[in-house]
């Protein structure tokens, strides 16, 4: 007998922000949504909710943050661990299935590669014209200098 398959349902929730990302544009504009499973959405939409982009190029996620700055995937986990992670990457995917406590150190280890072709190499023009090119790796949690190369 095959078995159905039943989708967890979820729900929209609407994010505000300008209409280009910056100061501005026009103001109170629905600018993405947010995914929650059925039974929180009651308790998101208590709250307006804005969308957050990333501040720098090592963060390459948008997340949901209400106008008490209260993340969206706090909330629905009722804030029982200090840290939350998206296991798809996808930080307005915020059903429960979708998140899992961790540590500081769990949480970078998914994170999405940063720009460029190379991890751990940083070009530093102002430090040496010879070898602006600097290599770091993480190893066991400790950062070590590799060396600079030209």
Not at 79 to 91: E, L, Q
Request: hydrophobic share 30%.
């Amino acid at each position: 007998m095959a078995q159905s398959i039943v989708a967890n349902p979820y729900r929209e929730v609407p994010l505000y922000g300008t209409s280009d990302g910056t100061r501005k544009g026009q103001r109170n504009v629905i600018v993405g949504y947010a995914i929650v499973d059925e039974e929180d959405y009651h308790l998101v939409m208590q709250h307006r909710w804005r969308l957050l982009y990333p501040r720098s190029q090592n963060r390459t996620n948008n997340y949901a943050i209400s106008s008490e700055n209260i993340f969206m995937h706090r909330l629905v986990m009722g804030f029982a661990a200090p840290r939350f992670d998206h296991k798809d990457g996808d930080g307005l995917n915020n059903r429960r299935a979708n998140l899992r406590p961790c540590n500081q150190t769990q949480n970078s280890q998914n994170m999405k590669s940063r720009p460029g072709k190379y991890k751990g190499v940083s070009f530093r023009p102002d430090t040496s014209k010879r070898h602006p090119y600097q290599v770091r790796i993480f190893i066991n949690g400790k950062r070590t200098y590799v060396g600079a190369f030209t």
